[in-house]
């Protein structure tokens, strides 16, 4: 069965304090890892997806790495905007089933 | 672009009652995913319908069914309610054959009293 577990489950920082949040996962034939942020009372909105070790995708402040056993979201000098959960998920053999983490609730202070 | 819709935002049951759920799939898309969210936890996966037709399913009662149209909206129903089931409940659409991002809509938050 596929599994995620993401860290730390809260994160505060103060704006401009880069840091990172982790997912690690256990999944049969990775097809796919996925980070989603999710505002309070809203749908997760995508952010990025990797499919292999060593790969990185770059949006703005947020840069994803992914490894064999886990993926990182590297926040560089980030904003009180970028406060909101991130969620990570990861596709296995079966098709179209993501299987998410429970998130990191990322809180940023001005 | 249309993005995902749903309807409605928020519903208030009573155990035991019955409930559907509608979404609009973004433009383009031909599969839809439909997950379920607790207070402070990840999304869980209930099915997936792609071509009208069931393409998956998590660890879901029967009572939890679902359908697909032709223009690939579709609709959660869930049968005899129980408290547990009180959660946001999300819809997301992809394209099959286009990639493997699912796009999320805004949920629907059901409470069961």
């Known amino acids: 069965e596929d599994q995620v577990t993401q860290s730390p489950e809260a994160l505060r920082l103060q704006e401009g304090e880069s840091s990172s949040l982790n997912c690690s996962y256990t999944v049969s034939g990775l097809r796919g890892l996925f980070w989603y942020r999710q505002d309070p009372g809203k749908g997760p909105e995508f952010l990025f997806t990797?499919?292999?070790a060593g790969e990185e995708k770059e949006k703005e402040r947020l840069k994803a790495t992914l490894t064999k056993k886990e993926s990182f979201l590297h926040i560089t000098a980030p904003k009180p905007e970028d406060s909101a959960t991130y969620l990570c998920a990861v596709r296995g053999a079966s098709y179209g089933k993501l299987t998410f983490g429970q998130g990191t609730i990322l809180t940023v202070h001005p | 672009e249309t993005g995902v819709t749903q309807s409605p935002t928020h519903l208030i049951k009573t155990r035991g009652q019955q409930v559907t759920l509608r979404c609009s799939s973004q433009s383009g898309h031909n599969t839809v995913s439909w997950y379920q969210q607790a207070l402070g936890q990840g999304p869980q996966f209930i099915f997936q319908y792609y071509r009208e037709e069931e393409n998956g399913r998590g660890n879901f009662p029967p009572r939890f069914s679902g359908l697909q149209f032709p223009n690939y909206s579709s609709e959660l129903n869930v049968n005899a309610l129980e408290l547990d089931d009180s959660a946001l409940y999300l819809c997301?659409?992809?394209?099959?054959?286009?990639?493997?991002?699912?796009?999320f809509g805004p949920g629907t938050r059901l409470t069961v009293l």
């Open positions: 990797l499919y292999s």
């Open positions: 997301a659409s992809s394209l099959r054959d286009g990639g493997d991002e699912q796009f």
